[in-house]
């Protein structure tokens, strides 16, 4: 039996997010679709995370167990067609029975991005929350800084989030702000925010998102958020972002 593990990366605005559901419409059943075509085996496959319905990931990470006897080298070539076009596979590596996707990752990087312009984008409306209004960026970069560190994130999840500990460590996070070369979208430019953690809770960077743009709106301070972070109250915080700005953008081993 080997022991594979892969990175894939997909536009998630068809699907019902990552892990399966009943109807069958999410990038788990997909690939495991895939491989049941080309393998005839029913496998369940482990990955690196959870993305929501809408979410997107350039490099999410799974993991699954194979007594196929198909070379290394052909799997992506032969997963990739039999995915649809927007599931792709981008690396196979054999590894060791003792990899797990989820539990051998040491952090997680999400990207959300926000096009600040008067206009939105027709070309990448799927990937980019658009914000016709001002943002102020600076104290959205203010906002951010007080989430580096570990904390109590119970403010930041769902209220669905299973019981457990909500304490995460955020490692880096940053902005981005990449100005438009032209007018012709009536605008400044897209706002990428970067958030680099050891793990996260059900909507947490979304929520995050959606403080930081109440922040850039002028709703709130921007050293609002450790009182935020100390309530450990949904209610404190701010709207939960739209999910197809979200991007899985790396898993570190």
């Known amino acids: 039996m080997k022991h594979l593990v892969m990175v894939v990366s997909y536009e998630g605005t068809a699907y019902e997010g990552f892990q399966t559901q009943p109807n069958g419409n ?13 393998t005839g085996e ?38 990739n067609g039999r995915l649809p076009d927007d599931i792709v596979i981008r690396s196979a590596e054999e590894t060791t029975a003792q990899f797990h996707a989820r539990y051998s990752a040491v952090s997680k990087t999400y990207r959300y991005s926000i096009r600040r312009s008067r206009w939105p984008n027709e070309f990448t409306r799927r990937t980019e929350f658009h914000h016709p209004t001002p943002l102020d960026v600076e104290r959205m970069r203010e906002a951010l800084a007080h989430f580096k560190g570990e904390h ?47 793990g996260f809770l059900q909507h947490m960077v979304r929520i995050i998102v959606g403080t930081l743009m109440d922040v850039g709106e002028g709703k709130r301070p921007s050293d609002s958020i450790p009182a935020i972070l100390a309530a450990r109250n949904r209610r404190r915080a701010g709207p939960t972002a739209m999910a197809h700005g979200l991007t899985m953008m790396e898993v570190k081993y």
């Open 26 to 38: 999410t990038v788990q059943d997909k690939l495991q679709d895939a491989i049941w075509h080309l």
């Open 42 to 79: 029913r496998i369940e496959i482990e990955a690196s995370g959870r993305t929501d319905a809408g979410v997107h990931a350039l490099a999410q990470v799974f993991h699954f167990a194979t007594n196929s006897r198909i070379p290394l080298e052909r799997w992506c070539l032969a997963l």
């Open 152 to 198: 109590d994130f119970t403010s930041f999840c769902s209220a669905r989030t299973p019981v457990g500990s909500h304490v995460r460590t955020i490692y880096d996070a940053r902005i981005e702000f990449v100005p438009e070369g032209s007018d012709y979208y009536g605008g400044a430019g897209v706002i990428h925010i970067y958030i680099t953690g050891s």
